[in-house]
């Protein structure tokens, strides 16, 4: 294979389209993150990246997001950044600083304003409809306000070998104030190596953050494992010990690719969803289940598709 680009979730395919067409006339994998995360950051819809994403228990909209290098090992990264559109690219930007490369809330802000990014609001009407109807639902029926952590992370292998991965999410709903989970995080939310490999997670970051699960996943394929046996050792193992460890594992779900252009995929639920394009493979949505460690996948119907859209863009009221 000469170019490989994979992603997190449904959300991830008009992206993971732009981006196959980078790659596919030789542009390079830098840019094509890039450009794909963006997609993702700006669709109103995607409840839990960018534009729409949904608010912490103050109704703040905080977004972390990530940025490396595969061949220099430069990384770039933002979290709790407020009022800010695309923060990958601040995170790319950020990837090219020798020092100060992981900023936080006001750091991350002053940063992306001195260097020109373009601020905009990033909560819209859908995200308060969502946050007030949620609060009501606390109050009333004792529920847990934390739902809707899904990251867009992706991986891209170009055809001068060069690899690069990113990651972007409002990580949690109704998280505390300046809450970080694994996406900003070098090593559990993303890592990639162009010698190797690179790998990203979406999930509990709480969680993901306890095996450091891209690393991980990056090591396994250096030591000879299969993309797709990497992943599932990865998650696999870390489910197992946060069960015994801990009596429960929270939500765990990876994709990755060897320098060869080999993809693998792993999860511990049921329903995770993932993007994958080749040079011989047109951007194809799979949904995935796990069976004793094991992960299948099966392309997505164009049932389930109609429904991922449907439910997303379904007209929303306060209760």
Known sequence: MSWT????????????????????????SEDAIE??????????????????????????????????????????????????KNPISIARKLSEEKVNCFLVGQGAEDYAHKNGFERMNMLTDRAIIQYKNRLKETVDKGLSPYSGHDTVGMVALDQNNSMASGTSTSGLFMKKRGRTGDSAISGSGFYVDSEIGGATATGLGEDIMKGCSSYEIVRLMKEGYTPQEAADKAVGQLNDLLIKRRKKAGDISVVCINNKGEFGVATNIEGFSFVVATDNLTPTVYVCSSKKGKTSYEVATSEWMDNYMKKRTAPLKLK
């Not at 997190?8 to 542009?27: D, F, S």
């Open 35 to 84: 450009k794909a995360i963006k997609m993702v950051e700006d669709f109103p819809y995607y409840k839990s990246v960018g534009y729409g994403g949904l608010p912490n228990e103050n109704g703040e909209v905080e977004l972390d997001a990530a940025f490396m290098d595969g061949d220099s090992l430069s990384i770039g990264a933002v979290a709790g950044i407020k009022d800010f």
């Open 5 to 28: 680009i994979i992603a997190t979730w449904r959300m991830a395919l008009e992206g993971v389209q732009e981006g196959a067409k980078l790659l596919e006339y030789k542009g390079n």
